[in-house]
């Protein structure tokens, strides 16, 4: 069964910061990774998505890297600002049909 | 390229009506995906359907909730006799086989 954890549960941060969400999944077998980010109320919105044979993917500001062997994905943001504040999710497909989704990080950067 | 599209986005029902979620994919999308997010929690799979076809609803309670996607229209989530334990968001993703889903912007079900 496929489990992903997210840690840390919440972040504050000022602005300006660089900063790193974790983000493991106990399948390794998955043929890709998606990070999304949501807003408080709002619905989600795709960041960036790692296919199996790729270690990075690269967004602006945003650079997510996927080890699958260790079952694990970060999300890098670069110089943080007030406007990052959301809370970012990680998913993998499970059973071809299905995506696990993380419990998510709450991120607040403070001006 | 319109998004994947969900009315209503807001609604609200008395406990014991009925409840009708509408999602429209992208274009060129045949797989849809409903997901439920209860209050501080994270988002839980209910169902997955291709056109006219349900593939898993392994995630779906096993009364009063059904799904569909027919051939023509949108995908329909369906909750009958509502009680305030509905009261969720509602999320819908499109996608093909191995590809990004894209979310809708979900429907808020407030049961009273």
């Known amino acids: 069964k496929q489990e992903v954890t997210q840690i840390p549960a919440a972040l504050s941060v000022p602005e300006g910061e660089n900063l790193v969400l974790n983000c493991s999944f106990t399948?390794?077998?998955?043929?890709?990774l998606q990070w999304f980010r949501q807003d408080p109320g709002k619905g989600l919105t795709s960041l960036l998505l790692?296919?199996?044979?790729?270690r990075e993917q690269t967004s602006g500001r945003l650079n997510a890297s996927l080890d699958k062997s260790s079952g694990r994905s970060t999300l890098y943001i670069a110089a943080s600002q007030p406007g990052d504040s959301a809370t970012y999710l990680c998913?993998?497909?499970?059973?071809?049909?299905?995506?696990?989704f993380g419990a998510g990080t709450r991120l607040t950067v403070k001006p | 390229n319109a998004g994947v599209m969900q009315n209503p986005r807001h609604l609200v029902r008395r406990r014991g009506q009925e409840a009708r979620l509408r999602c429209s994919p992208m274009?060129?999308?045949?797989?849809v995906y409903w997901y439920r997010q209860l209050p501080e929690e994270g988002l839980k799979f209910m169902v997955y359907?291709?056109?006219?076809?349900?593939?898993?609803e392994s995630g779906m309670p096993k009364e009063r909730f059904s799904a569909e996607f027919p051939k023509e229209g949108p995908s329909i989530l369906r909750i009958q006799q509502v009680v305030r334990g509905d009261s969720a968001a509602y999320f819908c993703?499109?996608?093909?086989?191995?590809?990004?889903?894209?979310f809708g912007q979900g429907t808020r079900l407030t049961v009273v």
């Open positions: 993703a499109s996608g093909n086989s191995n590809t990004e889903a894209f």
């Open positions: 399948d390794s077998a998955i043929y890709n």
């Open positions: 790692i296919q199996s044979s790729q």
């Open positions: 998913a993998v497909p499970y059973n071809n049909n299905d995506m696990r």
């Open positions: 274009k060129g999308h045949s797989h």
């Open positions: 359907l291709q056109k006219e076809n349900i593939i898993d």
